[in-house]
């Protein structure tokens, strides 16, 4: 079916945790954390149409790993917001580009993307939309941070943000190797640091390099336990490192990996050689730049 002419179209960046610390559990059962978030190296689309009711298709190359029920937090996200908006559906299509339940937040960022395009749907810019944050976190920890999909410190239980300087051109290659890591089943295996120190946000990097140095003083702390549940984990950061990374590491709980390169034909020679080795992964190429809008020709831009 053609996409309607009014359509609004929303990109979902992969949200890539740069590192991750687990502080502590918390009373309600989320753990506090901190971690640096950028944006890039792929992304779902979804397309949004004005609709008598909220509908959502899925379509790509994963498309098969969702279901499109009441509870996909697409439709959740819409319903939440549904109550601010004079027009009140809306067709939702989703290109599933993001390999699901892999640690760059797929559903969260879709979830988001599709808060913004409903926004945009209705006349609004998500930018000037008092409580959406507050919103957004009720949706999922990660939402919030995905709704600018730009480089930001994230603190609490993934609420608690703080816009950060662009990063300097930063070209990576991300990599999946074809299994699901339940996020519940890891943090089940965390072993929780006492004592933690918490960290402050880091001075505005220069370089890709100074970056990668930078992360050298981190951890993630779910890829011990995320190795346990998936030992091929392990292989992909190898592989990684093998082709040149300047630094390489898991990101959120797993599975996918990501690579820091100095350059993105060094990006584009990875990526060919990995996706060569082990044509059953996923590999994509890309960069990010922490800005607070990393597709900003193409943010709220109708077909």
């Not at 929780?192 to 880091?202: C, D, F, N, T, Y």
Request: proline share 8%; with cysteine.
């Amino acid at each position: 079916m053609a996409i309607r002419p009014d359509a609004v179209r929303v990109f979902a960046p992969a949200k890539i945790n740069l590192f991750l610390h687990v502080t502590r559990k918390r009373p309600d059962g989320y753990h506090d954390l901190q971690s640096l978030v950028a944006f890039g190296g792929a992304s779902d689309l979804i397309f949004v149409e004005p609709n008598d009711t909220f509908l959502l298709t899925i379509d790509g190359p994963f498309g098969a790993g969702l279901a499109a029920e009441p509870d996909n937090l697409i439709l959740r996200a819409a319903r939440a917001l549904a109550d601010r908006l004079p027009e009140k559906g809306a067709h939702f299509r989703l290109t599933k580009n993001l390999p699901v339940a892999s640690g760059i937040g797929g559903g969260s960022a879709d979830a988001a993307a599709a808060l913004r395009g409903l926004l945009a749907l209705n006349g609004k810019d998500f930018r000037d939309e008092p409580g959406l944050e507050e919103l957004a976190a009720t949706l999922g920890s990660d939402v919030p941070v995905c709704l600018a999909s730009g480089a930001a410190w994230m603190e609490g239980r993934g609420e608690i943000l703080t816009a950060l300087p662009p990063f300097p051109p930063t070209h990576i290659v991300l990599v999946n190797p074809g299994v699901s890591v339940s996020t519940a089943e890891v943090f089940r295996r965390l072993v929780i640091r006492e004592g933690e120190v918490a960290l402050s946000p880091p001075p505005e990097f220069a370089s890709a390099s100074e970056l990668a140095a930078y992360l050298q003083t981190t951890r993630n702390d779910l890829e011990a336990p995320a190795l346990d549940v998936a030992p091929v984990i392990n292989s992909v950061l190898d592989a990684l490192r093998r082709e040149g990374a300047l630094f390489a590491r898991m990101s959120g709980s797993g599975a996918t990996c990501f690579g820091i390169f100095e350059s993105g034909r060094k990006a584009e020679d990875a990526w060919k050689s990995i996706e060569h080795a082990e044509p059953k992964w996923w590999v994509r190429p890309g960069e990010f730049r922490g800005t607070s809008a990393p597709f900003p020709d193409t943010f709220f831009k109708r077909r």
